[in-house]
């Protein structure tokens, strides 16, 4: 019986990796570990996890031998950190791995979004050019004042490619970083909304930021803005968001994330004024290969009694 689980929507290499080297059993999500026989069940060591539905205690003691659960993701918003500590099992996930490709795409939308890149793509591949001459002026993208709500790992590197923009760079987080002069630190969320053009969600997910974008922080960004998201749905208001978007009082929005993925609001889909994306910041070839290899790097740690090379708790 084995004693490592691949639960989730993994890619063939990435089972047969898991499976080669630890002989992990696949499956498809949590609902799956119930059905295991109980001897089976009570073999399992090591989750190794590719998802976003909770991951709590309950579905922690189906597993009463377990020790480690490896997130195939930098976000860990759906494992019960304070679940697992108190079952002595151990968190790890995939950080800066995925900075870039987070990064590259939190910039795409919101010079998609400013752009209309999607909206003129689509009128052009529809045959409107040659007789409806130029395509409706967009806005400008380069220069704008940005606010980067979490400066993390991913948030710096989101600054960093705004900053080659030319973009006035505001940032708002727990602490003031270690940042360019030219950068202004903001304490209050809505405070940094106040003062920019434009904001760029890259705060980590979880119980902690839920909301953090609301209503009043949209309405202090104003009329004129647009703002991303690449962090977690559960970030930002969903509904004030709608609301703001509906009404004029927000330009636009770039998101690659949602409540309730896949089964987003349906009003988001036919909306002028989004550029929506099905949660692809980190859907490349190389980064899911490292982020993988990041993975198997934590369970081979653990198999061998090794400190785990990116531990959460
Ligand atoms: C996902 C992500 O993990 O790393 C994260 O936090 O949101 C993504 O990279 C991806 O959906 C893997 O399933």
Not at 17 to 30: K, M
Not at 270 to 293: C, F, K, Y
Request: hydrophobic letters at 45%; one cysteine or more; aromatic letters at 4%.
């Amino acid at each position: 019986m084995t004693n490592v689980l691949a639960v989730g929507q993994y890619s063939d290499i990435d089972v047969k990796a898991l499976a080669d080297e630890f002989g992990a059993v696949p499956l498809a999500d949590l609902s799956q570990i119930a059905g295991l026989p109980e001897d089976g069940r009570a073999a399992v060591t090591a989750l190794a996890y590719k998802g976003h539905h909770a991951l709590d205690g309950q579905v922690m003691d189906l597993l009463p031998g377990l020790k480690l659960i490896a997130n195939f993701g930098v976000g860990y918003d759906a494992i019960n950190v304070s679940d697992a500590s108190a079952r002595g099992i151990s968190v790890t996930n995939t950080p800066n791995v995925l900075n870039d490709d987070v990064a590259d795409l939190a910039v795409a939308l919101l010079v998609m979004e400013s752009r209309k890149l999607t909206a003129s793509e689509n009128w052009m591949r529809a045959g409107n050019w040659p007789a409806e001459g130029a395509y409706p002026l967009a806005r400008k993208m380069s220069g704008r004042k940005v606010g980067v709500l979490g400066m993390g790992r991913i948030g710096r590197e989101i600054a960093d490619r705004l900053a080659a923009f030319k973009c006035e760079i505001h940032y708002q987080s727990r602490s003031r970083k270690d940042a360019p002069a030219d950068w202004t630190y903001h304490a209050d969320p809505v405070e940094l909304a106040r003062s920019v053009d434009d904001l760029v969600i890259a705060v980590v997910g979880g119980p902690d930021t839920v909301g953090f974008v609301s209503a009043e922080v949209i309405d202090a960004l104003g009329a004129d803005g647009i703002i991303v998201n690449i962090a977690r749905g559960s970030v930002i208001d969903e509904a004030a968001l709608l609301d703001a978007l509906e009404n004029g009082r927000l330009r636009g929005a770039g998101l690659d994330v949602f409540l309730n993925e896949p089964d987003i609001d349906a009003r988001f889909l036919s909306m002028p004024n989004v550029t929506i994306l099905p949660h692809v910041g980190s859907a490349t070839a190389e980064t899911r290969a490292a982020m993988g290899d990041l993975q198997r790097q934590n369970v081979r740690a653990h198999l061998a009694g090794r400190p785990l090379v990116t531990p959460v708790n």
